[in-house]
């Protein structure tokens, strides 16, 4: 259910400190195209282990760049200063343009965030006027997809559930399935605002598709490379139980330890 982020600083360190090779730069091209990397053109020659290991070193090095948008021009400027600063020769002093690189990273991610949201409340106003679809006053759109017969959690709760989350074009980042496909135990509240919210409005035993709009999801930052800064949500969640509460510690016992 968490992504990590990567900071912009670091990615960009980790892009300039690795090598690239000839397998990296196919990849790379692809991806300033937008293209995915399994469309990427495969290598002339068979792969021994360690070169895979290379190319795979090499596609998540591109990942780090996604945030960038790079065209193909671009990029080729970009793999200049990988070869030039892994055969240390670097043509200019990069440390000098760190602010640069950071306000070319903040606006590149702008441009991303407000395609997102656009594209977003597209999708939001399409769901809500869906037959049985709600939308709340936060922006979330909530679709009962079957009513359960339990309880309905409130914040001090945790519960077992099931899930499912798609980007707007149907690409599944995460599902419990990806995990085992055992329940999830989680609190209330140790979830994005959006799941907090929606969660509330089922009963154990319900199914529910719940539409996020990013303000109630992963925001302006996102977490890259998978969800977007911007991105709307798309999740199925199962609730499959509302797990009793612990009782409480006896009066002056010390708290448990976690």
Not at 72 to 78: G, I, Q, R, T
Request: proline share 7%; hydrophobic share 40%; charged share 15%.
């Amino acid at each position: 259910m968490k992504h990590s982020v990567m900071s912009q600083s670091a990615a960009f360190a980790l892009a300039l400190a690795c090598v690239g090779s000839s397998a990296w730069a196919a990849t790379a091209t692809a991806a300033g195209s937008g293209k995915s990397g399994a469309s990427a053109p495969a290598p002339s020659a068979p792969m021994s282990d360690e070169d895979k290991t290379l190319y795979a070193l090499g596609v998540l090095i591109s990942h780090s760049l996604e945030q960038f948008t790079l065209s193909s021009a671009e990029l080729k400027v970009v793999e200049q200063g990988l070869s030039d600063g892994a055969n240390h020769h670097p043509a200019l002093d990069a440390d000098a343009y760190q602010a640069q690189v950071q306000a070319l990273s903040r606006s590149r991610l702008g441009a991303i965030d407000e395609q997102q949201k656009a594209a977003g409340q597209a999708y939001l106003d399409k769901v809500a006027a869906q037959p049985g679809a709600q939308k709340t006053a936060s922006g979330l759109v909530y679709v009962p997809i079957s009513q359960g017969s339990g309880a309905i959690p409130d914040r001090s709760d945790r519960i077992s559930f099931k899930y499912e989350g798609k980007l707007i074009d149907g690409t599944v980042f995460d599902s419990s399935a990806k995990h085992g496909g055992q329940p999830v135990q989680m609190g209330v509240t140790g979830v994005i605002p959006c799941w907090t919210e929606a969660l509330q409005l089922m009963k154990a035993g319900g199914k529910a598709r719940v539409i996020c709009p990013s303000s109630l999801a992963y925001g302006d930052r996102g977490a890259m490379p998978t969800i977007k800064p911007g991105a709307t949500l798309d999740f199925m969640i199962e609730l499959v139980e509302v797990l009793p509460k612990q009782a409480a510690p006896p009066t002056g016992a010390a708290p448990a330890q976690p």
